[in-house]
Each structure stands twice: as C-alpha cells, then as structure tokens.
C-alpha cells in the first residue's frame, strides 16, 4: 500500500518536471534574438551623454551669466562712485571759483581804496610844493584833477599846435567844466599879451564850433568874441587874460596841451 503511494507521487513529479521542461522550450525561443540583428541599448542609455553635455553648456552658461552680472554690478557701483565724485568735484570746483571771484572783487576794492589814499596823499605834497616826484604827470607838467596840463611857450599855428599836443601823446585844451575853466583862466594871463590856442575850431564861419574830440561847444561856461584885429577868418579860438577869442588859425600862438594822468605810483611816495 505504501509502495503503491510513492511509486503514484513520483509518477507526478515526473509530469510535472515535464510540463514545465516544455513550457521553458516553448518561451525560450521568443526570447533568443533573430539572426542576422544586434541588440539595441534601451532609448535612455543613449540620450545620457547628449543630457549630460546640455546640463553642463547650462551650468557654464548660467555661471557666464554669473560673471557678467557681476561685472555689470561693479561696474554699474564705480560708474555712480565716479559720477558722485565728480559731481562733488564740480561742486567744489564752483565753490572755489566763487571764493576767487570774491577774494578778486576784494582784492579789487583794497588795489582801488590804496590808490585811492596814495593820490590823496601825494596831490596834498603836489599842492604844498607845487611839484612832486610822485606826480603822475609828464616832467614840468601841471596836475589838475584826472589830467595833465602844458602852456608851452613857442608859438605856433593852430595846425600846428594840434599836431605838436599829438606828437607829445596829448591833445590840444579843451574846457568842457567849470573846474577846468577855473584853473585855465589864471595861466592864460600875460602882462605880454601871450595868448594860447585852445582846442576848439569850425570848418567856416556859419559852421558850429566843436572840440578836437568832435564835441559841440555850449556858450554856457564862456563867450567867444569875435577878435576884428586878426585878419582873414576868426575859425579858431585862443584864450588870453581869462577871455576867449576867435582868430585867424594861421596866426602864430602859444599852444595848451592836456593828456590823462597816470596812476600814482606807490613807490614815489615818502
């Protein structure tokens, strides 16, 4: 009875062993590859590389973009560093051009107020004397206000005395001011008769008068008289005893010259 059990089950395990003999015969051949064809590697074993090289392009991408941001940046910070020193450059730069202006305008004040005191100073030793060697005129010359005066003795004519006062870097005498007339009159007396050529002349009789700067003459500071002893026609004016008259311009007379003084120079004075 035992005997008969073993010899049924190994009758099983052979059928069984065989059944699955012939289920590994008939799948095995679906999994053999056909002739004549290479096995393919899986679609992903063969994008890895081409991934791996793109990831790498971004990473060196991404850090150039980095480093020129970086760059930018700092440059963008020494851009605006430099604008505000140069602002703050330009701001002292006008700061400074104010404050010479100033101390210029100052130092214009100080020139002007010393000049000033030192004129002052040397027309009270020119007054006293009556020379001085701080005078700003010529040797000789006479100091009256802003200008320089000269009654020369030789006589000339009135042509001629206009172009010696011109050789001598003056002009002929013009009164235009009561102060000028004032100081013209006593050096135009002479016990002699010496009358003086002034600059004052017309073209004709019917001809307004005018100055040799081409000014009109106002008969609001002196009369001009009309002198019947000088021959030809009276067209220029001499100044004789504080009075004023026409004569011929050939006549031979004295001539009054007047320039513009100088600054007084500092170093004259005592």
Not at 40 to 55: C, D, N, Y
Not at 204 to 212: P, T, Y
Not at 243 to 259: D, G, V
Request: with cysteine; net charge neutral.
């Amino acid at each position: 009875m035992q005997a008969k059990y073993f010899s049924t089950n190994n009758m099983l395990d052979d059928e069984w062993g065989t059944t699955l003999s012939l289920h590994s015969q008939t799948s095995t051949p679906s999994q053999r590859p056909k002739r004549g064809h290479t096995e393919q590697p899986p679609p992903s074993s063969a994008w890895r590389p081409v991934a791996l090289i793109l990831i790498i392009l971004c990473l060196v991408l991404l850090i150039g973009l980095a480093v020129l941001g970086f760059v930018f940046f700092q440059f963008y910070q020494l851009s605006n560093t430099q604008k505000d020193s140069i602002n703050k450059l330009e701001e002292r730069s006008g700061n400074l051009s104010q404050q010479l202006q100033s101390l210029q305008a100052q130092n214009r004040k100080l020139v002007e107020t010393l000049q000033q005191v030192a004129e002052k100073y040397c027309r009270e030793l020119y007054n006293k004397t009556g020379e001085h060697r701080c005078s700003p005129c010529p040797e000789n010359w006479k100091w009256h206000g802003d200008k320089c005066y000269q009654f020369y003795k030789k006589s000339k004519s009135w042509q001629d005395c206009d172009s010696f006062c011109t050789a001598e870097n003056s002009t002929m005498l013009k009164i235009k001011t009561q102060e000028v007339l004032q100081f013209a009159m006593p050096q135009s007396y002479s016990e002699f008769f010496y009358s003086y050529w002034i600059g004052l002349s017309r073209n004709d009789s019917d001809k307004a008068w005018l100055w040799v700067d081409g000014a009109p003459y106002t008969s609001e500071l002196f009369k001009i008289k009309i002198d019947f002893t000088s021959s030809g026609d009276g067209d220029c004016v001499t100044i004789l005893n504080g009075m004023f008259f026409s004569k011929n311009c050939q006549e031979l007379r004295r001539c009054a010259c007047e320039t513009v003084a100088t600054p007084v120079k500092l170093e004259r004075l005592p």
